[in-house]
């Protein structure tokens, strides 16, 4: 479709949105960067990718974000810092003027729909002041068929205007970056940012809240399927490996990073990718590097003004680079984005410290512990402010920004899935070993890629095992294609005494942290390390 005629005016009114300038309804990837790049919103680079910069923010803007306190809300939300309350006449008034804002501005509309399965996919509306936030829309989300478009009715309508600056006075807003959430209403306001991943995440906290009550777990993570059909999932946060790990050219790609699991299996939230890019390579990453091409939309990856050569090494403008894309760019993608009940739970963790071992299989009460920590380490260099000394990292669920309820909830349901289903759950280690960091080294992709490999073709499940001494979860003692000296964490330390101590200090961090989410059962606790 094209731009403004009366059945367009007549279903933006139905979305409240009373739109006077030129509106451009469902535009092709083609026709959207094209539009970009006439409105001097991005450049083409050699590849033909969409270089695109988020200007002030390169990141979410997570102390801004918002949910409308409402007798919906009210009790099933976990209110706190990750979900601050907005009152309703706030709302109003915000979205009052958003919309004035909009009525004679150019804006563009998409529709899409979250969730890959028929079943549980919530229609949804994009309108945006950008061109290229519009195409980022169309590759991150489900892209309706023919006559799916012609069928489709919006339940959520998401408002994306960068250039309206909220007022905390009039708005109840923090600052003038305001995402607010009103699950009445069913509209999403994002204001006073550029960056895209706003729009992706909305959706994701929308479907974490009213899946549940369906019946449906909805998970941060990663999901590839063997030529068996055996489906494997990969939780981990931001620089653990979640999407290089599931990008596997003998699997079939699910999805790179969110996704329900219903009785039926398991199902992608989304209809693309949104990969880290920093210092990408083609040998490290063949199939992100691959889908890098025309539509692909890059956020603050550095390019040469003149030539249009790419920079991945760079982070002149930021660490968070990222590329954009439909889940087809990748080559062996399963399309649509839907498998059976996983056989493998995966969660990834880049400890800093050095402490625990590359690969270890957990309990179902092991699981749910270290699901509701959450727990990786960030070092000097990803992420501005940082001191030498690495930072642990706890994000319950692996993905506690986007849990409108409480992590509980979402522990509970992947405990009941585990032990139902018999799934088997592993945690992997891709951070560092022989020491913390700056002192031992990063663990070998090559042989992550191997750990990885020998747990989804079940080669470790009748493997020799030991207990870790301090965090009580088993040690395969072998594992095809790595060295068996690797395997044991303590053994690479120079020191061992050194070694007891730092996973001494990493356990008490555990302990420390566990003790937010207040009163659990009695299995879970007697999950927790000890020392």
């Given at each position: 479709m094209?731009?403004?005629g ?20 469902n535009?092709s990837?083609?026709q959207?960067?094209?539009s970009?790049v ?10 033909g ?7 002030q923010f390169?990141g ?7 949910v409308v306190?409402?007798?919906e ?6 209110w706190?810092?990750?979900n601050q309350?907005?009152?309703?006449e706030?709302?109003?008034r915000?979205?009052?003027r ?7 501005r150019?804006?563009?509309?998409q529709d899409?729909?979250?969730g ?21 829309g169309?590759?991150?989300f489900i ?6 478009l012609?069928?489709h009715r919006?339940?959520?309508t998401?408002?994306?205007a960068p250039?309206f ?7 109840g807003s ?7 959430l009103?699950?009445r209403?069913r509209?999403v306001i994002?204001?006073?940012t550029?960056?895209?991943g ?5 959706v994701?906290?929308?479907?974490n ?14 999901a ?17 490996g979640?999407?290089?790990l ?10 790179d990073?969110?996704?329900?699991w219903?009785d039926?299996?398991?199902?992608n939230?989304?209809g ?5 890019c920093?210092k990408?390579s083609h040998?490290r ?8 091409r ?7 990856v550095?390019?040469d003004?003149?030539s249009?050569?790419?920079d ?20 062996n ?6 498998g059976?009940t996983?056989?493998?739970?995966i969660f990834?963790?880049a ?5 625990l071992?590359p ?10 512990y ?6 990786t380490a ?7 402010g940082?001191g030498?000394e690495?930072?642990?990292t706890f994000?319950?669920c692996?993905g506690?920004?986007?849990?409108p309820?409480?992590?509980r909830?979402?522990a ?13 759950c592993w ?5 560092w070993?022989?020491?913390p960091?700056g002192v031992?080294?990063r663990?070998s ?6 750990m ?10 009748k493997?020799?095992?030991?207990p870790?001494p301090v965090?009580g ?5 072998e594992?095809?294609?790595v060295?068996?000296?690797l ?5 690479q330390w120079?020191?061992?005494t ?7 200090n ?6 420390k942290?566990?003790q937010?989410f ?7 606790l ?6």
């Amino acid at each position: 479709m094209g731009s403004t005629g009366n059945s367009v005016l007549d279903s933006l009114k139905a979305s409240g949105i009373r739109n006077t300038g030129e509106a451009h309804w469902n535009l092709s990837a083609a026709q959207l960067v094209e539009s970009a790049v006439k409105r001097g919103e991005g450049i083409l680079a050699a590849n033909g990718a969409l270089v695109v910069r988020t200007g002030q923010f390169t990141g979410r803007s997570v102390k801004d974000k918002f949910v409308v306190r409402q007798a919906e809300t009210e009790r099933t939300v976990d209110w706190g810092a990750v979900n601050q309350p907005m009152a309703e006449e706030h709302f109003d008034r915000l979205h009052s003027r958003v919309l004035a804002f909009l009525q004679s501005r150019e804006i563009f509309v998409q529709d899409c729909y979250g969730g890959a399965d028929p079943s549980y996919r919530l229609p949804v509306r994009v309108v945006t002041q950008r061109a290229w936030h519009n195409l980022f829309g169309r590759q991150l989300f489900i892209r309706p068929s023919a006559q799916e478009l012609a069928d489709h009715r919006p339940e959520f309508t998401l408002i994306f205007a960068p250039d309206f600056q909220a007022d905390p006075e009039i708005d109840g807003s923090r600052t003038e970056t305001c995402i607010a959430l009103n699950f009445r209403k069913r509209v999403v306001i994002i204001a006073g940012t550029e960056y895209a991943g706003e729009l992706k995440k909305s959706v994701f906290t929308i479907l974490n809240y009213m899946l549940p009550e369906r019946g449906v777990f909805p998970m941060h993570c990663s999901a590839n399927m063997g030529t068996d059909g055996r489906v494997a999932l990969f939780f981990g946060l931001s620089g653990t490996g979640k999407t290089t790990l599931s990008a596997d050219p003998t699997r079939r790609l699910i999805g790179d990073d969110e996704h329900g699991w219903s009785d039926a299996g398991v199902f992608n939230f989304e209809g693309g990718c949104y990969a880290k890019c920093i210092k990408l390579s083609h040998e490290r990453e063949p199939q992100i590097w691959n889908a890098v091409r025309f539509g692909t939309v890059l956020e603050n990856v550095a390019c040469d003004p003149v030539s249009r050569l790419l920079d991945y090494d760079s982070d002149v403008i930021t660490e968070n680079t990222r590329a954009a894309y439909p889940a087809d760019y990748i080559d062996n993608a399963l399309i649509p984005g839907v498998g059976g009940t996983p056989a493998q739970v995966i969660f990834l963790t880049a400890d800093a410290f050095g402490v625990l071992p590359p690969i270890s299989k957990l309990t179902p009460e092991q699981a749910m512990y270290h699901f509701l920590s959450g727990y990786t380490a960030k070092v000097a260099g990803t992420e501005r402010g940082l001191g030498k000394e690495p930072q642990a990292t706890f994000s319950a669920c692996f993905g506690a920004p986007f849990l409108p309820r409480h992590p509980r909830v979402y522990a509970e349901m992947l405990g009941e899935r585990l032990q139902k289903h018999h799934v088997s759950c592993w945690l992997v280690n891709t951070g560092w070993q022989g020491g913390p960091y700056g002192v031992g080294e990063r663990m070998s992709l090559p042989y992550t890629r191997a750990m990885v490999q020998a747990v989804v073709e079940g080669k470790l499940d009748k493997a020799a095992v030991a207990p870790h001494p301090v965090f009580g979860v088993m040690v395969p003692k072998e594992c095809p294609g790595v060295p068996a000296k690797l395997l044991d964490a303590r053994a690479q330390w120079p020191s061992a005494t050194g070694y007891d101590s730092a996973a001494a200090n990493l356990s008490a961090l555990f302990r420390k942290n566990f003790q937010k989410f207040g009163t659990m059962s009695e299995e879970i606790l007697a999950a927790a390390p000890v020392g």
